[in-house]
């Protein structure tokens, strides 16, 4: 393990851009300290380090604080060359950063606006989740390797891979069924290469804590859509 040099990881125990976060480190073989914060009782430190958002992740490394999980995962791969994230070629890094940006915007925020929403509403996020998960699928077929990073874990693979342990959750949450193993071999085979790799498998929160807090969360989610629509 590589000394740390003052690395410390604020997070919330179910977060998955915390959890991005981590990922990387561990892959890198990066030591470092992690705090836990209450998501509801946010702690001064907290908001002094991240005054903007206040939100986890933030990681502060000798002293100095990065918010945001995609701008952190990019601070690490510039400071610990070892085990690349992203690729040195300058176009197939910029498709890194659009399958990234992908795997944010419209996977993951698709499925759980599905998880949340009612009515036409979840079907219409279904519809577009479904829709996404094509386009990932495609990629995966034209790039015939194990990992969106090749034969090893990379960049979009830590965005997108959120979706391999919480997506059942999800799923269960929202009485929604989005992966179909039958239409999406590509992304099948990779969510279980990604999770039997032991660094990436390590520590994931269980799924019985994750429902009880995404059930709690879609109605708090839910109340709140309620709420504008009738103010």
Request: aromatic fraction near 12%; hydrophobic fraction near 40%; proline fraction near 5%.
């Amino acid at each position: 393990m590589e000394e740390a040099g003052g690395v410390k990881l604020f997070g919330f125990w179910v977060s998955p851009f915390a959890q991005r976060v981590k990922w990387a480190l561990k892959l890198k073989g990066i030591q470092y300290e992690y705090i836990e914060e209450d998501k509801y009782n946010k702690s001064p430190l907290l908001l002094k380090l991240n005054p903007v958002y206040g939100k986890v992740p933030v990681l502060v490394h000798n002293g100095k604080p990065i918010s945001e999980s995609i701008i952190i995962l990019e601070y690490i791969d510039a400071v610990w060359k070892q085990a690349p994230l992203l690729p040195q070629d300058p176009y197939e890094r910029a498709q890194a950063h659009f399958w990234a940006k992908f795997a944010e915007e419209k996977v993951r925020q698709s499925v759980v606006e599905a998880m949340c929403s009612s009515g036409d509403e979840k079907q219409k996020a279904v519809k577009l989740a479904v829709e996404a998960f094509e386009e990932f699928e495609k990629e995966l077929k034209r790039r015939g390797t194990k990992f969106f990073g090749g034969e090893t874990i990379g960049f979009v693979d830590i965005v997108a891979g959120c979706i391999s342990y919480q997506l059942p959750v999800h799923e269960e949450v929202g009485s929604i069924k989005i992966l179909d193993s039958s239409k999406f071999p590509g992304i099948s085979e990779w969510i279980r290469n990604f999770l039997n790799h032991p660094l990436i498998n390590e520590g994931l929160p269980q799924k019985d804590q994750m429902f009880a807090y995404y059930s709690k969360r879609s109605k708090e989610i839910a109340y709140q859509k309620m709420s504008h629509k009738t103010v």
